[in-house]
């Protein structure tokens, strides 16, 4: 396979690959926006709650696209850093969580965040490019202890697969090209997805766990 069709067929696909957790105590974890419509199906088929993780980088004052840690719901990571004051990154700390958690309220409601301890938490996302967004939520759903930790992508690079095997149980992923520049170019249908989408999907997994 050298192209992946859309979101849906690859999620069919890793689902297939996931069979054998299939109604074992779990969750899938979807990184959103573009990790849910993957996410979905793989949690109806195995049927284990759906939830997302939303987490976001900590910008270096002198270069916000240059992260020196992260911050989820209930985590934060910072790089050890002398160059940067203790009051910036608690001040984006604040903000950033702030921000966090309008955005989970948007798509999960009320609804608190399932537990990962003791379960088998499966992360997914539409792809990896550097990695980074992934690692910082890696390390975040491993501080709750979880019985095992995989990750399923569609497509990722060789090199990011590398350093997400050396820290998680398993990896299952459908495409390595060895030519990667972005996860768009493996897609034959690669179209934004709105928080809309998102929330008609993780609403339509709670009614059917329900």
């Given at each position: 396979?050298?192209?992946?069709p859309?979101?849906?067929?690859?999620?069919?696909?890793?689902?297939?690959?996931?069979?054998?957790?299939?109604g074992?105590?779990?969750?899938?974890?979807?990184?959103?926006r573009?990790?849910?419509?993957?996410?979905?199906?793989?949690?109806r088929?195995?049927?284990m709650?759906?939830?997302?993780?939303?987490?976001?980088?900590?910008?270096?004052?002198?270069?916000?696209?240059?992260?020196?840690?992260?911050?989820?719901?209930?985590?934060?990571?910072?790089?050890?850093?002398?160059?940067?004051?203790?009051?910036?990154?608690?001040?984006?700390?604040?903000?950033?969580?702030?921000?966090?958690?309008?955005?989970?309220?948007?798509?999960?409601?009320?609804?608190?965040?399932?537990?990962?301890?003791?379960?088998?938490?499966?992360?997914?996302?539409?792809?990896?490019?550097?990695?980074?967004?992934?690692?910082?939520?890696?390390?975040?759903?491993?501080h709750?202890?979880?019985?095992?930790l995989?990750?399923?992508?569609?497509?990722?690079?060789?090199?990011?697969?590398?350093?997400i095997?050396?820290?998680?149980?398993?990896?299952?992923?459908?495409?390595?090209?060895?030519?990667?520049?972005?996860?768009?170019?493996?897609?034959?249908?690669?179209?934004?997805?709105?928080?809309?989408?998102?929330?008609?999907?993780?609403?339509?997994?709670?009614?059917?766990?329900?």
């Open positions: 396979m050298e192209y992946i859309n979101r849906q067929i690859a999620a069919e696909l890793l689902a297939d690959r996931l069979e054998r957790y299939k074992q105590k779990g969750v899938v974890l979807a990184i959103p573009g990790g849910v419509p993957v996410a979905a199906p793989i949690a088929r195995l049927g709650p759906l939830d997302v993780i939303v987490s976001k980088k900590i910008g270096h004052p002198a270069n916000p696209e240059f992260a020196i840690g992260a911050v989820s719901l209930e985590d934060v990571e910072v790089d050890k850093r002398s160059d940067v004051s203790q009051e910036y990154i608690q001040a984006e700390v604040d903000r950033i969580k702030q921000s966090l958690r309008q955005k989970y309220q948007l798509f999960m409601g009320s609804r608190q965040p399932v537990d990962l301890h003791d379960r088998v938490v499966i992360i997914v996302d539409d792809g990896i490019a550097t990695g980074k967004t992934l690692l910082s939520t890696i390390h975040m759903a491993r709750k202890q979880p019985r095992r995989i990750v399923a992508v569609p497509v990722a690079p060789k090199a990011a697969i590398k350093q095997e050396g820290i998680v149980d398993e990896v299952v992923c459908l495409l390595v090209p060895p030519m990667f520049q972005a996860v768009g170019q493996f897609y034959q249908e690669f179209e934004q997805v709105s928080d809309e989408e998102v929330i008609r999907l993780l609403r339509q997994q709670d009614r059917s766990q329900g």
